[in-house]
Nanobody, 126 residues
Framework: QVQLVESGGGSVQAGGSLRLSCAAP????????MAWFRQAPGKEREGVAA???????SYADSVKGRFTISKEYAKNILYLQMNSLTPEDTAMYYC????????????????????WGQGTQVTVSS
């Protein structure tokens, strides 16, 4: 069973920053495609950022220029650096992974990923 464990969520004021972490087994971080999703109350889960096994990234339009997804292989961690946060970024954030597949850009669709973490809450106040 694949374990993905998120951390780093919290409460921050608008304009602030947070860095989310997702700890995963070494083979996941190195070989799988990984992504961050978020789900706000009453809304569907949406893709935020993704990174494939070659390091190519993709972002939702709503976070481009503010969020950065990256991997640290030495620590087996997937990161999501979030800057210039707004109240609209308030949500539960989830780490996800999948093995295999080929795209020009890593996908941001919920159904493209089959391994999920439990989530970490991000709350941005105005």
């Amino acid at each position: 069973q694949v374990q993905l464990v998120e951390s780093g969520g919290g409460s921050v004021q608008a304009g602030g920053s947070l860095r989310l972490s997702c700890a995963a087994p070494n083979y996941i971080v190195r070989r799988y495609h990984m992504a961050w999703f978020r789900q706000a109350p009453g809304k569907e889960r949406e893709g935020v950022a993704a990174i494939d096994s070659a390091g190519i990234t993709s972002y939702a339009d709503s976070v481009k220029g503010r969020f950065t997804i990256s991997k640290e292989y030495a620590k087996n961690i997937l990161y999501l650096q979030m800057n210039s946060l707004t109240p609209e970024d308030t949500a539960m954030y989830y780490c996800a992974a999948r093995n295999g597949g080929s795209w020009s850009l890593p996908p941001l669709g919920v159904y493209e990923y089959n391994y999920w973490g439990q989530g970490t809450q991000v709350t941005v106040s105005s």
